[in-house]
């Protein structure tokens, strides 16, 4: 690698340009120095098993070389990088890394085995749980960080060398109900259906439950025109940095009553028909459902919706008379985020945003749109090609009989032999360890201990299971519940393809040889097929899986088989669906839409009656939970770079100051945030940011420190996607100061040890 690898940020969807170069000593970006590795027992992780290295590849660095990261030009970043991206290279020669299986002894201790040991005990575990308890007993978690080539044959894996059904990924934490709302409106579930960069020229932008100046920082350049405008209208009931944007004639930051976005968007939308801002032509020539949708209208006009949201009706008002004059003019877009979404109304509400975005004629105009901000690095590629409960490759219905057919002769087997479907994320979990449900387990790619919902009862549930393997490349903190832990590549040490928030296939490049003992995903996998006896061929080789994901995928929505590696590493813009002797699809929608007669379709929604009255009224508040600027996911990758982890030690609960003063706690104060689930403890930072009805936790911390063990595991009855924005909690000042370690080799608490 003399002159560097070209590839994309591991961190978030908007997958950031990056080129990573051997260090020079002493420049900034270099990765530091190896520590030195920790003693013994669970942390244990730096030795090596001979024979089980991947091989390296042709210019590839040697791990133990320190690499740097420079920003590099490509349309979502322009060059730019935030300070995850910035530091994502101090993680490949971090001193935590695993690499050799570890297998827990009967102390609770992680010990080295070899690899031939290892592919031993999880094939007998497969096959001893099966014959006891059915093929439904194994089941598989996956992650929306998987590239499409692994995300791809982990689904194939699952329903074809475990026989099982029992199949979803964290993914459904994030992108459920936006999918569920874009499948049932326009056929299909692409985050933005068109370039990122078409943001710029827009003299509005309504942005719904994202706070994209923390979330992924280089997206916010492409906000500027609209700012510039004064157009940028932010939803969010917490003054984020992003709602910080509208100030100084920006915009108009709405703050809505938590769970309040679906009865605001009705309002909006009742502005828009009754005061005849309606694009007629646009709804007569690409629309169904319009009379349904006015008569479900009529209730929300704006100063009830102001009762029920706290948003002035003036600003209803202003909002959707702004949206409709941008359509007519600079261009407008609707753009949707969790903030939105991770409700159990989720799918409506997004709903009611792209039904907004329909009436003002937006989707699939020369100048304006509706679109949603995917999250995790591959949550887009990541849903398309099989790890979904309900899907096989290129976005097709499990359920579907032609699906089924084309899938079954890429794969070369009877279509008997594909399982129907499975359950999704949270239903899944529930079934861990019990009596008709999930006894054995593979975790690939995802940290349910840290991001699940009611993360107490998902601990419990792991710690049932007969067995569980978790391949990761540090000790997470659901690595830690495992059984067998599987040393795998890190994204800097292997080949494959992402898509990211656009729709747009991009290739990731091996920069460094993994440390000897760390295996690639794919190899894992074709050895376990082979071990099993699975019918059907399992490739290690990242490009001959990609070749086949390109036959499986044809013909259906996300269609990628006109897409291969060599048009990727020339640099050409690949956006699906991508037929074969096609140009690909930057835009969707501009002709039609997917479903059979070309025309959206606009479903009437309507709020819960929860939501449509007073919060809470018993002394409790809401919590909403998010992310940092410093912090991605979980925080087992980002919780470890020193840098990162110093300017966000700990987690820190935002309230605002007289729903403190009231509790008897001071800025700095230990609080405790509890309810029927559990209780985390954190510092309080007073802030105006947040209502007085509301407090905020990020959720990227362990332990005690979990804002999940407060989240209920109920969810959207469409999507699956778990109530994660709004739950009753009580908050109160802690009794004692609590002891913490620090910095510790991981960068986590003493509760955090404590509770593995």
């Known amino acids: ?33 190896p520590e030195p590795a920790p003693a013994s027992g669970a942390g244990s992780v730096a030795g090596t098993a001979p024979g089980a290295g991947t091989a390296p590849a042709a210019g590839a660095a040697q791990a133990s070389a320190p690499l740097e990261v420079s920003g590099r030009e490509f349309p979502t970043n322009r060059g730019g990088l935030c300070r995850k991206g910035w530091t994502s290279a101090s993680l490949l020669r971090h001193s935590g890394r695993i690499t050799e299986p570890l297998l827990k002894g009967s ?88 370039p990122v960069t078409d943001l710029r020229e827009a003299s509005v932008i309504l942005m719904l439950g994202s706070n994209v100046a923390e979330t992924m920082p280089p997206f916010v350049q492409h906000l500027q025109g609209a700012r510039d405008a004064g157009g940028l209208i932010v939803v969010d009931p917490r003054r984020s940095a992003t709602a910080e944007f509208t100030s100084d004639g ?62 002035p009706a ?62 995790q690095g591959n949550g887009q590629g990541g849903r398309e090609h099989g790890q979904k409960a309900d899907q096989l490759p290129g976005y097709r ?18 279509e008997a032999l594909i399982p129907g479907p499975g359950l999704p994320a949270v239903e899944l979990l529930k079934s861990l360890g019990k009596p008709d449900g999930v006894r054995c387990l593979f975790v690939h790619g995802a940290n349910v201990v840290v991001s699940a919902p009611d993360t107490n009862a998902v601990t419990e549930g792991l710690r049932s299971l007969d067995f569980l393997v978790v391949c990761d490349f540090f000790m997470s903190e659901t690595a830690m519940e495992a059984d067998l832990v599987l040393p795998v590549t890190q994204w800097a040490e292997e080949e494959g393809t992402l898509t990211n928030l656009e729709g747009r296939v991009i290739r990731r490049r091996r920069a460094l040889t993994p440390p000897p003992g760390v295996r690639n995903e794919l190899w ?74 070309g025309r959206a379709v606009m479903v009437p929604v309507k709020p819960a009656k929860r939501n449509t009255g007073p919060l809470f009224n018993d002394g409790s508040l809401a919590l909403a939970t998010g992310r940092l600027l410093e912090h991605y996911q979980s925080g087992s990758q980002t919780r470890r770079v020193a840098e990162l982890l110093a300017a966000q030690p700990q987690v820190r609960l935002l309230i605002h100051p007289a729903s403190a003063a009231s509790r008897g706690i001071a800025d700095g104060d230990y609080a405790t945030v509890g309810n029927e689930r559990g209780e985390v403890l954190c510092r309080a930072e007073l802030s105006n940011a947040v209502r007085p009805d ?4 990020p959720f990227h911390f362990p332990g005690q420190e979990n804002a999940n063990r407060l989240t209920e595991a109920v969810t959207d009855p469409i999507s699956g996607m778990p109530e994660f924005k709004t739950s009753r909690v009580w908050v109160g000042r802690a009794a004692a100061t609590p002891v913490t370690t620090g910095l510790a080799d991981a960068g986590l608490s003493l509760h955090a040890k404590e509770a593995s």
């Not at 994901?549 to 020339?570: N, P, V």
Request: hydrophobic letters at 40%.
């Open 1 to 33: 690698m003399p002159n560097g690898a070209d590839t994309h940020c591991p961190y978030c969807a908007l997958q950031c340009a990056m080129t990573l170069a051997p260090a020079v000593p002493g420049t900034a970006g270099a990765a530091p120095a």
């Open 107 to 194: 102390d609770g201790v992680h010990q080295p085995i070899s690899w031939e040991q290892a592919l031993a005990l999880i094939v007998a575990a497969v096959k001893d749980t099966q014959k006891q308890y059915g093929n439904d007993a194994v089941g598989v978690f996956g992650g929306g960080g998987l590239t499409n080539e692994k995300a791809y044959m982990l689904g194939k894996f699952a329903r074809l060398a475990l026989r099982t059904s029992r199949i979803d990924y964290n993914g459904r934490f994030c992108m459920s109900s936006a999918a569920a709302a874009g499948n049932r409106a326009f056929g299909v579930d692409r985050g933005l259906p068109f």
């Open 250 to 311: 920006g915009g108009i930051h709405l703050q809505p009553t938590p769970g309040t976005d679906l009865a605001l968007l009705l309002g909006i939308s009742h502005v828009v028909v009754h005061e005849g801002l309606v694009d007629s032509d646009y709804i007569a020539r690409r629309t169904t459902g319009y009379p349904a949708l006015v008569r479900s209208l009529s209730a929300f006009w704006p100063e009830r919706v102001q009762g029920i949201t706290g948003v």
């Open 314 to 375: 003036n600003l209803i008002r202003e909002t959707a008379r702004r949206l409709s004059e941008g359509a007519r003019t600079g261009g407008s877009y609707i753009l949707t985020g969790r903030g939105v979404e991770q409700h159990v109304d989720g799918t409506d509400t997004a709903t009611a945003a792209i039904n907004l975005s329909l009436l003002l004629g937006l989707p699939g105009s020369a100048r304006s749109g509706y679109g949603t901000l995917t999250g």
């Open 397 to 414: 219905k499990i359920t579907d009989p032609d699906a089924r057919r084309h899938v079954a002769r890429v794969w070369g087997i009877d």
């Open 524 to 597: 894992l996998m074709a050895r376990l097929a082979e071990l099993l006896e699975a019918p059907s061929m399992f490739s290690d080789d990242p490009q001959a899986v990609f070749e086949e994901l390109r036959e499986a995928s044809a013909g259906g929505l996300a269609d990628y088989s006109g897409i291969d590696y060599a048009m990727l590493d020339r640099g050409e813009a690949a956006y699906w669906p991508f037929p074969a002797g096609s140009g690909g699809t930057p835009r969707l929608f501009t002709e039609g839409f997917a479903h059979p007669d």
């Open 694 to 697: 509301t407090v905020f936790l």
